[in-house]
Structure formats: C-alpha cells, structure tokens
C-alpha cells in the first residue's frame, strides 16, 4: 500500500464546491445546517485561508463568496444525512 497523497490542485475563491467540501470533510457533522448558517464570516474565512489547497487571499475575499460557500456547505451536509 502506498502512502503517496494524491495531488489535490488549488482552490480560489470562485470554486465554493470545492471549499465547502472540503470544509465539510474537515468538520464533518459537526455543523449542522442552523450552525453553519450561524458561523461569523471572520472565522468562517479563517477556516477557508487554512485550507491545505487554498490559494486565494484574504484580500481576494467578498461576502458573495462566502456566502455561497455557507451555502454550498449546508447542501454538502445535507447530501450526507
């Protein structure tokens, strides 16, 4: 069995599928549809800037952004219920 990590390429700000997956993947049930919605946008940009593939910037952000990744993270959650 190899221990190679796949390649994942980078994310920006534009892929919210691809953040809100990985947000998904990275917190898992711990935030529900009504917790998510509740997240305050600081941290929630925090979150996304960690993000081992993420390249995009602080700077690059808007609240459009963030919030279709809220969104699309409350339709991954609820994709896996």
């Given amino acids: 069995m190899s221990n190679k990590k796949f390649f994942e390429p980078p994310i920006n700000w534009s892929d919210y599928e691809d953040i809100a997956l990985a947000l998904y993947e990275k917190f898992g049930d711990e935030f529900g549809e009504s917790k998510i919605y509740r997240i305050r946008f600081t941290d929630l940009l925090d979150w996304i ?33």
Wanted: glycine share 12%; no cysteine; hydrophobic share 30%.
């Fill in 49 to 81: 800037l960690a993000l081992d593939n993420f390249e995009g910037t602080r700077e690059g952000s808007t609240e459009g952004h963030l919030e279709m990744i809220q969104s699309g993270w409350v339709y991954e959650w609820r994709d896996n219920q």
